[in-house]
């Protein structure tokens, strides 16, 4: 390379080496020169041929890296990503996902605009590997698409999606990075670093800024319409939320007990009555799960 790259690219992946051929290859074919970036695969400990896949690319790209990180976790190939970078703007980008062809010009771009943002999010649009049952639906596995463009620091839903946020290198040294609490730990993988860090960014004075022009497709298939899967993530969100947010205030707190029996009730008469799953019935038994993952954090910090 004949210069410093502008921006490092980081994808996290494990075990799926087929997904990440076609991650890689929307990444080079990006409307930015190739020394503008760099792209860093980081293989949290694959068991498939993820390795030989990444060594290919790095064998016949000037701007691509291979690191393995052992620590399974959604944090520890992170940093171990972007600590290893060359770039003063680091990408994030998850190995089940296509980047627009314009994706990381749009980054570069939005980092100069006068409001002068230290972290940038967009959107995921839907690509279909396998047509969807009936029940789903384009919001179900995007983003939604009526946020605002702007800075996010005054809103509640002061958030980015971690397969499609940017930070100013700089920020990730003074927070420290990602917090290991979303490591493997006891045979359990809690989710939520990037709303994490997007909290304590907030809470830190840093600005977060959203633009719906800055694009990556969020790759749908068996996994994404299977329920059983769909309900452990949402039990997850759940946890995370009570984690990073802390307990709801005493009243809401109870009710929401209340609210959990009603969803039960009804749920229990959804899978009676009804013949097949519909759109409503799927996000009653994710919200229904989202609380029993509430309750359970709650119950593990011993309701504090």
């Not at 993952?293 to 593990?300: I, L, N, P």
Request: charged fraction near 30%; glycine fraction near 6%; charge should be positive.
């Amino acid at each position: 390379m004949t210069e410093t790259p502008k921006i490092s690219v980081i994808i996290c992946t494990h075990n799926r080496a087929t997904l990440l051929v076609d991650c890689v290859d929307s990444l080079i074919n990006q409307t930015i020169n190739k020394n503008r970036f760099e792209i860093i695969i980081v293989d949290n400990n694959s068991t498939d041929n993820t390795e030989a896949v990444a060594k290919e690319f790095v064998k016949n790209s000037i701007n691509i890296k291979y690191l393995r990180e052992k620590t399974i976790g959604y944090s520890a190939p992170r940093n171990c990503g972007w600590k290893q970078a060359s770039g003063d703007i680091i990408a994030f980008i998850d190995d089940d996902e296509i980047a627009a062809p314009n994706w990381l010009e749009s980054i570069e771009k939005d980092f100069q605009i006068e409001e002068k943002p230290d972290i940038i999010g967009g959107i995921y649009e839907i690509k279909y590997d396998e047509t969807p049952p009936d029940w789903f639906t384009d919001s179900m596995g995007g983003t939604n698409k009526n946020r605002p463009k702007g800075l996010l620091n005054q809103r509640q839903d002061c958030y980015l999606a971690g397969g499609n946020i940017a930070f100013k290198k700089e920020v990730l040294g003074n927070l420290n990075g990602f917090s290991n609490d979303f490591d493997m730990k006891d045979g359990f993988l809690m989710m939520g670093e990037d709303t994490d860090l997007c909290q304590r960014a907030k809470n830190a004075g840093f600005k977060l800024y959203y633009n719906p022009g800055i694009v990556i497709y969020h790759r749908m298939n068996s996994n994404n319409y299977d329920i059983e899967k769909r309900k452990e993530r949402a039990k997850k969100m759940g946890m995370t939320a009570r984690f990073i947010f802390g307990r709801k205030p005493f009243f809401s707190h109870y009710f929401k007990y209340l609210t959990y029996f009603s969803m039960i009730v009804a749920d229990f008469f959804i899978d009676i009555f009804s013949k097949k799953l519909t759109t409503k019935s799927v996000l009653l038994k994710e919200k229904i799960a989202y609380r029993k993952g509430y309750f359970e954090m709650d119950k593990k910090l011993g309701g504090k």
